[in-house]
């Protein structure tokens, strides 16, 4: 059975929505995601830098994050077909463990927390493909990489992008040869 | 550069001699290092099995493990040698994820933690050597294992096996060519 490594942020949990929101909350701001298109909120505002690293890294933040559309209902069909791994990169934002496991099992709970994996460089990773939203962890990644469409990377180029859930279900039932 | 994973329960942090000292003093019991060669201590006293998860699922308790004789100065060195991971299966104990990540930066400061994985299962791990205590994991792993000896698996037959950190500096150092 092949092996797909399921990123957290911003592909199974919406971050941006949520940072979005907490931010416009806090500072009284209308910011929209088509403003954070291709420019992170933090490059739009850099005196935020460190405001909004404060406010991620809490677990508060990560515990209430909406899930992304169809992820739940396409993974679980995926995983009749492939080995499922979550491989999130927890260590920059240590305060996140805890929130980060309590939300995977209440969302997904189908999936098997043996395979899930709180890691830094997904350099460490072995699987068969990656879906991500960061090119720098598609590119150390050693295997098939799929970015995952977010406000921040639509302008990055990577020869194999999905832009939803649905497109992720095409694909890899065809490549496992199941009807779609 | 080679990478090995290293595990942390057993090989960089002493948890079973901790363990033992916390159960001696709740049961007023005077169990040794010897009394469990060989026998897990669930399986020696089995009444205590729920009891002894709780004492370990516990922040405290991973926060406070001691090192393992000469692992900080051994992987420093190999750390010029080789990539270093710590790869720790810390989904079993969700309460022991910051603890570990406190434990690692005060005890091997010298480790990048963007190179700490903290999983299951250690299939997902992708490293050229495995070092580890357990022989489920070892066999799960792909590549080269390495056992670490420990009171629980000094029966368990492996192919290679190691009883301390010197062994293993002696063994890798030549593994680069670096005189010993």
């Given at each position: 059975m ?9 592909v ?9 929101r ?52 396409v ?12 491989a999130?990169?927890a260590?920059?934002s240590?305060?996140s ?6 939300w ?28 991500d ?46 009807e779609v």
């Amino acid at each position: 059975m092949k092996r797909i490594a399921v990123d957290m942020d911003e592909v199974l949990a919406d971050f941006s929505t949520e940072l979005i929101r907490r931010v416009n909350k806090k500072y009284e701001l209308n910011i929209t995601k088509s403003d954070v298109l291709g420019t992170p909120l933090h490059t739009l505002y850099p005196e935020l830098t460190d405001d909004i690293f404060e406010i991620v890294n809490t677990d508060s933040f990560f515990r209430n994050l909406p899930v992304i559309k169809d992820s739940q209902e396409v993974l679980e069909e995926l995983s009749h077909h492939y080995q499922i791994i979550v491989a999130t990169a927890a260590m920059l934002s240590p305060n996140s463990f805890t929130a980060k496991y309590d939300w995977l099992r209440e969302h997904f709970p189908f999936l098997n927390p043996n395979f899930f994996v709180f890691c830094g460089d997904k350099s460490t990773i072995k699987a068969d493909y990656l879906i991500d939203d960061h090119i720098y962890q598609l590119n150390t990644f050693g295997d098939r990489g799929i970015m995952f469409t977010s406000p921040h990377n639509v302008n990055e180029p990577y020869d194999l992008r999905m832009d939803n859930w649905q497109e992720l279900r095409t694909y890899f039932l065809e490549k496992a040869n199941v009807e779609v």
